[in-house]
């Protein structure tokens, strides 16, 4: 992006931050006193957002760099985990279909949905290891239309899927990245990435490269690496002294990768170090970060959960440490983070900190890390309930029953895809589970 379009679009998120501060603290100075959204449990005084953050939210969509299509884990390259469509969804909600997985293993990863297709991996944790990448039709109740063995590594089903301008990139845990038609399947190019390395997280994709990152098995080192997507050439490979198993994150011009020392920035077109936190360092496994507002939202595992620590993307000086021990990465709207614990799905001010409203699944913990669509949250619990959710107040606006659902494989798992939710351009949410994949539709009575 051009120097002054980045610096309007810092501009106005820190306009919408300093409002939404503004309002919630005036307005929501009464404690929570139970676990239900505000809602529902509590009654809650009207917030009118001015025109001005109306406009500015608007902006900010258009003015990010990423285009509003959701194609990687947690929606887009910055991984907030939301997306603004044209229309919005439509409820109530219903479940169109379920479709089983013809090939691979009982694992089902996040989708990707494009062109009336819904794209997935599916883990085989078997003897012989690997992937394949599944093409179903969402207008033909989930049909497969094709399927593409990825090689393994050790016997394990890790890989991961983007989608950029068309074209569809599957990387297996190996290191093979596979550039495939995503109408018969068919690989166009292929280039196996330095085989020093292991490849646990999913690629993210913008402005024709791929990046990547990479462990080193059983070494504390790894390394991003950006490819061309046009042919498969690596632009520019960058070794990093410290464990690296999660995806890189994006800005309009920068790469974050979360280590076990913190986070470290890097330059999106020439590799070069930005920065780097300087510590401390724990553990052996780290975790995607999430880019938002001129922030780095790192998690880093401890006994009881994710603590987050907050960054300024600007030259990584810390800024706060969360009290939450979530379980999923945070989904990011309108200047509200909305954080995932074993307990509770929670809302807070993102300048602030403080909490908006918290919902509790009935009898179930949540399944998947939640997104945002248009300013609604939407939340599965393991019971296999999808929750609509406002995302200012938490009111429950529709619930439907998807299936029956086991907890996803852990994110800094090697042996299975990472499951997350989608939405296509058109609404249509695709929920992953057990081998299978349900597509849920609005406006259906």
């Keep these: 992006m051009a120097a002054d379009s980045s610096e309007a679009w810092k501009q106005i998120m820190r306009h919408i931050d300093a409002e939404i501060e503004r309002k919630f603290t005036n307005r929501l100075r009464s404690p929570i006193k139970n676990n239900t959204p505000l809602g529902i449990g509590a009654k809650m005084q009207k917030i009118t957002l001015t025109a001005s953050v109306v406009l500015a939210l608007t902006i900010c969509s258009s003015a990010s760099g990423f285009a509003q299509k959701a194609n990687t884990y947690q929606i887009n390259a910055a991984h907030t985990g939301a997306i603004e469509l044209q229309n919005d969804l439509k409820l109530p909600l219903r479940l169109m279909w379920s479709s089983g997985i013809s090939q691979g293993g009982n694992v089902t990863s996040y989708p990707i949905i494009a062109g009336g297709k819904v794209f997935v991996v599916s883990g085989d944790n078997g003897v012989k290891g690997g992937a394949w990448v599944v093409a179903l039709d969402t207008e033909r109740n989930g049909a497969n239309l094709w399927s593409r063995y990825l090689p393994g590594s050790d016997g394990r089903g890790r890989a991961g899927i983007t989608f950029l301008n068309g074209r569809l990139f599957a990387l297996s ?21 330095p085989k020093a390395f292991d490849y646990p997280a999913p690629p993210v994709a913008h402005e024709d490269t791929i990046y990547v990152s990479a462990a080193a098995s059983f070494e504390r080192n790894g390394a991003l690496i950006a ?15 410290s464990v690296v198993t999660g995806s890189p994150a994006l800005s309009r011009d920068g790469v974050f990768v979360s280590t076990v020392c913190g986070v470290q920035q890097f330059d999106a077109i020439t590799g070069a170090l930005r920065w780097r936190t300087p510590g401390p360092c724990t553990g052996w496994s780290t975790l995607m970060p999430v880019f938002y507002s001129d922030r780095i939202f790192n998690r880093q595992m401890g006994s009881n959960g994710q603590a987050v620590r907050t960054y300024q993307a600007i030259d990584g000086a810390l800024t706060t440490t969360s009290v939450d021990q979530i379980i999923f990465p945070p989904a990011f709207r309108g200047g509200v983070g909305y954080y995932t614990t074993s307990e ?10 403080e909490v908006l409203w918290r919902f509790r699944p009935k ?27 406002d995302g200012l107040t938490g009111a429950v606006l529709d619930q439907v029953q998807v299936g029956s659902l086991l907890p996803p494989s852990p994110e800094d798992s090697s042996t299975a895809p990472i499951a997350g939710i989608s939405v296509s351009d058109e609404g249509d949410i695709v929920i992953p589970y057990q081998g299978w994949v349900a597509l849920v539709r609005g406006g259906q009575k």
């Design 227 to 241: 490819v061309n997507a046009t042919n498969g050439e690596i632009r520019w490979k960058k070794n990093i002294d």
């Design 363 to 389: 009898f179930n913990k949540t399944y998947l890390p939640p997104i945002v669509v248009n300013g609604k949250v939407l939340s599965i619990a393991q019971g296999g309930k999808l929750s609509v959710l």
């Design 344 to 353: 509770a799905l929670v809302a807070r001010v993102v300048a602030t900190g």
């Design 173 to 193: 845990y190996s290191g093979l990245l596979v550039f495939l038609n995503p109408n018969d399947g068919k690989p166009v190019w292929s280039v196996q990435l």
